[in-house]
């Protein structure tokens, strides 16, 4: 009680207006803003890694295999801050046992189940096949058997097989498309569907989610993709580049168009929760939407890659504007996700009060804990990038 | 069932057929499929033994739980009798309680579980609350209580008395009839502390009975109805300090009642 009494009682103090005694801690924390971030960051990847299947935009062929290990290696971790937020993990797997279908964020691990284990795991699978093979051929000992289990012992290395490769790669990016859209547009769509709370009750957060993620993934790939490739004393493919951040800001734009779309909508609208709203992003959320979302996250790159692009710059101004504009992009759509998950939480439902959200350091739903939740997904990406090298490929050469 | 009319050689031969036709299709499917075929059908039935193993058998029976559950919650200790048996004994003050304004709050509030005191009345005796810790619980002064709801603060209200002193619990009616309505609208009256119309009396606007001290939910105060009346400081040629705001009631969002815009406790609220 005292515990609960000291944690409460700096928070008291800066509460403003009518607050509901359960409104003045905010429950859902850093990790929730964490979760929609980084399964974001998986369906924006994929949806890159789709253009070179589905839709045969060659010139981003270089990042192909890195966006479908991207979105991998951040699949993997994507569940663990919600683990981490609700506790008991040794308890997760009862979803998956006892299904139950009236409850959206019990769906959610069929989804997640699905996009990991019927999508990406198998269109990487069939992508690397036959390099596993190959792999499996040309090197000796733990690493020969590792290739060999990793590519389930076959060795079938015929024409007919390497077409069905292909074939099965296409069918499943084809899949994968909805499938990406779903698992992000799932995670709007428990926002989106809180009808109790104005700042996030809209049909429109799915698709707004949607386009964020996509905006958000893309931008990640173009930075994992600039970073590796001179590391590995590699030219970086300007043209490759060019397309990226082509595409980069196509989404941003469209996302830019939603958000603007849903803010004038709700403008328009004027429910009773206007008030309340408006002051909060006068207010608590300045900072964090107007300065960081919108400005340095979204106006800022935008205009940024659209001069380059305009004024024909040269190559290495270019790479330096995409880099910085990537950047800002993954620090405001961050900042997209803070906005969401803690503003929903500011104000009170009595419309008439603002609380305040303490991050702690330690503690699961800490800081400490979030930066090692961020930073894994880049461990895992190295370990995948050793172990399934995205640039080397026999299938082409 | 006639077992003699199937045609026994017939049966056999088709289901040979159909063995050879998945067997050639088997055959025919990529190496590769076959390979993941074999894990998925792994998987699920995996899944299925583990779903065999771990989830209770009694499982979805009545709805999204275990059915069993029920029995176990039927099965715990009853530590609650319910406030209807008191009477049973305890007429007397039941009587009293019941016409008292704690007649919405159970006896068990106040004394605790009283299951096996009705079970075993001589052996185990119930306890009530005697220091000043538990009644502010419910009547220590906060914002979000109702107004009318009655509220002490209870580091200045008698501090070295324990509440039963004055307040029979049983019938909490005051000793006194409260002087000023701050006793009961403490949220009112801290709010108007804040702003201006600290210097006007309660009974300036609010007509309010002598009764409604006594039976306040019976007897209701009056509001004032019209613009006019606030015109009465308010208004241009109103006869009241110079310092006062005034408006010319004529001219002044006509159409509107002073309360639309201003709050009357704190007419300085934006």
């Keep these: 009680m005292e515990e609960i009494i000291a944690h409460l009682t700096p928070i008291l103090k800066e509460i403003t207006?009518?607050?509901?005694?359960?409104?003045?801690?905010?429950?859902?924390?850093?990790?929730?803003?964490?979760?929609?971030?980084?399964t974001g960051l998986v369906a924006g990847a994929f949806i890159l890694a789709s253009l070179v299947k589905v839709f045969n935009v060659k010139e981003v062929q270089p990042t192909y295999r890195m966006s479908l290990l991207t979105a991998l290696a951040f699949l993997l971790i994507a569940p663990l801050p919600l683990l981490a937020h609700l506790g008991h993990p040794e308890k997760s797997f009862e979803i998956f046992l006892t299904p139950n279908t009236t409850s959206a964020m019990a769906?959610?691990?069929?989804?997640?189940?699905?996009?990991?284990?019927?999508?990406?795991?198998?269109?990487?699978?069939?992508?690397?096949?036959?390099?596993?093979?190959?792999?499996?051929?040309?090197?000796?000992?733990?690493?020969?058997?590792?290739?060999?289990?990793?590519?389930?012992?076959?060795?079938?290395?015929?024409?007919?097989?390497?077409?069905?490769d292909k074939k099965a790669a296409k069918v499943l990016t084809i899949i994968g498309i909805p499938s990406a859209f779903l698992l992000h547009?799932?995670?709007?769509?428990?926002?989106?569907?809180?009808?109790?709370?104005?700042?996030?009750?809209?049909?429109?957060?799915?698709?707004?989610?949607?386009?964020?993620?996509?905006?958000?993934?893309?931008?990640?790939?173009?930075?994992?993709?600039?970073?590796?490739?001179?590391?590995r004393g590699n030219k970086i493919d300007m043209t490759c580049l060019n397309k990226i951040a082509s595409f980069l800001f196509y989404a941003m734009i469209v996302d830019f168009s939603l958000e603007a779309l849903d803010f004038i909508h709700r403008i328009y609208e004027s429910e009773e929760s206007i008030k309340i709203l408006a002051q909060l992003v006068s207010g608590k959320l300045f900072v964090s939407l107007v300065i960081i979302q919108l400005l340095i996250g979204m106006l800022v790159p935008l205009i940024a890659i659209a001069v380059v692009k305009i004024m024909d710059a040269p190559a290495e101004l270019r790479r330096l504007v995409y880099f910085v504009s990537a950047l800002l992009v993954q620090v405001g759509i961050f900042s997209t996700r803070w906005n969401v998950v803690v503003g929903g939480q500011l104000f009170s439902k009595s419309f008439s009060g603002l609380t305040v959200y303490k991050m702690g350091f330690f503690g699961l739903e800490g800081l400490l804990v979030s930066i090692i939740i961020m930073v894994m997904p880049f461990v895992i990406l190295y370990v995948l990038f050793k172990v399934l090298p995205p640039f080397e490929n026999p299938a082409q050469s | 069932m006639d077992l003699d009319n199937f045609n026994w050689e017939e049966i056999n031969k088709k289901l040979k057929e159909s063995v050879r036709a998945m067997k050639s299709f088997w055959k025919s499917l990529p190496e590769q499929v076959k390979r993941l075929t074999v894990i998925v059908i792994v998987l699920i039935f995996a899944l299925i033994f583990v779903r065999g193993l771990l989830v209770p058998a009694?499982?979805?029976?009545?709805?999204?739980?275990?059915?069993?559950?029920?029995?176990?919650?039927?099965?715990?200790?009853i530590n609650y009798a319910g406030h209807g048996i008191c009477l049973e004994c305890h007429d007397d003050i039941v009587e009293k309680k019941q016409s008292s304004y704690h007649k919405g709050v159970s006896c068990e509030v106040c004394h605790g579980p009283a299951a096996k005191h009705t079970e075993s009345p001589d052996e185990v005796s119930?306890?009530?609350?005697?220091?000043?810790?538990?009644?502010?619980?419910?009547?220590?002064?906060?914002?979000?209580?109702?107004?009318?709801?009655?509220?002490?603060?209870?580091?200045?209200?008698?501090?070295?008395?324990?509440?039963?002193?004055?307040?029979?619990?049983?019938?909490?009616?005051?000793?006194?009839?409260?002087?000023?309505?701050?006793?009961?609208h403490?949220?009112?009256?801290?709010?108007?502390?804040?702003?201006?119309?600290i210097y006007v009396p309660c009974v300036r606007c609010h007509e309010a009975p002598v009764d409604h001290k006594i039976k306040p939910r019976e007897v209701l105060p009056s509001k004032p109805q019209t613009r006019e009346f606030c015109g009465g400081c308010h208004g241009e040629d109103a006869d009241s300090d110079k310092g006062i705001?005034?408006?010319?009631?004529?001219?002044?969002?006509?159409?509107?009642?002073?309360?639309?815009?201003h709050y009357p406790h704190l007419p300085e609220a934006p």
């Excluded at chain 1, 207006?17 to 980084?38: C, D, Q, T």
């Excluded at chain 1, 709370?197 to 790939?221: D, E, K």
């Excluded at chain 2, 999204?64 to 099965?75: F, V």
């Design chain 2, 58 to 77: 009694d499982f979805g029976k009545y709805g999204h739980y275990r059915a069993s559950a029920i029995d176990e919650i039927i099965s715990q200790e």
């Design chain 1, 185 to 231: 547009g799932y995670v709007g769509f428990i926002f989106g569907s809180i009808k109790a709370n104005p700042w996030w009750s809209s049909v429109l957060m799915p698709i707004v989610f949607l386009f964020s993620a996509i905006v958000s993934g893309i931008a990640l790939v173009l930075l994992i993709y600039m970073v590796v490739t001179p590391m």
């Design chain 2, 186 to 197: 403490a949220e009112i009256a801290r709010t108007k502390s804040l702003s201006r119309h």
């Design chain 2, 245 to 261: 705001p005034r408006i010319d009631l004529a001219e002044h969002y006509e159409h509107y009642t002073c309360w639309q815009c």
């Design chain 1, 17 to 38: 207006g009518y607050i509901y005694p359960n409104e003045i801690e905010l429950h859902w924390g850093l990790l929730v803003v964490i979760y929609p971030y980084l």
């Design chain 1, 107 to 164: 769906m959610f691990g069929f989804v997640y189940a699905w996009y990991l284990m019927a999508v990406l795991l198998l269109e990487i699978w069939f992508d690397y096949r036959k390099d596993m093979i190959v792999w499996a051929s040309e090197s000796s000992g733990l690493r020969r058997w590792m290739y060999k289990l990793l590519s389930l012992f076959s060795s079938d290395l015929s024409d007919k097989a390497l077409k069905f």
């Design chain 2, 126 to 184: 119930l306890r009530a609350p005697r220091g000043r810790g538990y009644c502010p619980l419910c009547h220590e002064y906060l914002p979000s209580r109702p107004t009318g709801f009655p509220q002490i603060v209870s580091a200045s209200h008698n501090p070295m008395k324990p509440c039963i002193t004055c307040h029979n619990p049983h019938d909490p009616k005051p000793p006194q009839t409260p002087k000023e309505c701050s006793a009961c």
